[in-house]
């Protein structure tokens, strides 16, 4: 079956398609990439999308909108992906505007933004969609969800192997080994906390919107790194919390960005011995070498010992991210997902194909080893086309 996957992640800036032919065995499929495609919102809309996740109040006729144009544009990156239509199921992730884990005493939700019928209807396509609702009310995390494509999709080697998306929030996946003692445990997987969300607020408001992220790390490159105060922030509650974990914008968002500088402004001014204004250079170095330091501690923390890491997401494309991943993270080979063939932002994408040929099969797309949920399920919801 050919089937269209489109994801839009936590950094907003856009829809990433592929179209993919799976056959075979649902527990490892056979797959084909026949095509990708990339397809950045309009800046206004993805100012309003980051404004909303953030928490800004908006008229309900104004929220009607964003879903329809959130849902356009994700038409828009299907039709560039499969302009002949060659889709025969579309698997979309819709655009999340608040994630709220489960806490105690208090169930889990996630709101991810999108009509699905319309969508159905824009491209005369069955879409599933609405797909961590289900794994939700099993009482698990509802993310990541990556990791079950991962396991699917990729075969195992001779010892763990690592996965990490440098999206908005930085997650990921452990892959038990093809052989051993350990060939039989279960897939692990986890969100470590921020990837590019705190980095790329950071250029934005340092650039005065002029520019979205930190393109390879040139500007945090001429920066000064406040280890001390990294390794005080490694200590905070989310980032010493146990798996099973998820979380977002809601936690790793504009205020926690804004009390991150004041804490680097004071850290320079004691330093410096008098009042100064924050250098960007210097935050964005602090600020890059913190998103692999959260990384690096995850996998130290771990009972495994994973061989490789391999590195996807718009973050897979900042040499200095990679440079403090591989510094961080002593002894494990640290390489770009795209040389096993899938783009850096091709992997996510490809998971909501495979999850919706999932569905369509009635195969569990869930794994309550990553979620938490008290069991597997079949995730989704199918719109179909008047």
Known sequence: MRVLGLMSGTSADGVDAVLVQFDGPPQRPRWRLLASAASPY??????????VGQGER???????????????????AARRCDPDGRAQLVGCHGQTLWHRPPAQGRRGASWQLLQGPLLAHLLNIPVVYNFRAAD?????????????????????????????????IANLTLLPPASGPDRGAPVLGWDCGPGNTLLDLAVQR?????QSFDADGTWARRGRVDEALIQRWLQEPYLQ????????RELFGASDLER????????????????????PADALASLTA???????????????????LLVAGGGSRNGLLLEQLRRRCRGL????????????SEREALAFALLAWWHQLGHPGSLASVTGAQRSAVLGVCARPG
């Open 290 to 308: 913190f998103s692999a330091a959260v990384v690096a501690q995850d996998l130290a923390q771990t009972p495994t010992t994973p061989l490789e």
């Open 136 to 168: 939700l009310a099993l009482g698990g995390q509802g993310a990541p969800l990556v990791p079950a494509a991962d396991a699917a999709l990729l075969p195992p080697i001779g010892g763990w192997r690592a996965l990490l998306n440098l999206g908005g």
């Open 42 to 51: 309009p800046d206004g809309l993805r100012r309003q999308v980051i404004a």
């Open 241 to 248: 919390q146990r798996p099973p974990k998820s979380t977002g």
């Open 58 to 76: 908006i008229p309900a006729a104004d929220l009607l909108e964003l879903a329809e144009a959130v849902t356009e544009a994700q038409a828009e």
């Open 260 to 279: 991150r500088l004041r804490e680097l402004e004071a850290g320079a001014t004691a330093r410096g011995g008098g009042a100064g204004p924050l250098e």
């Open 333 to 344: 080979w640290v390489r770009p997902l795209t040389e096993l063939g899938i783009g850096a």
């Open 206 to 210: 340092f650039s005065g919107g002029r």
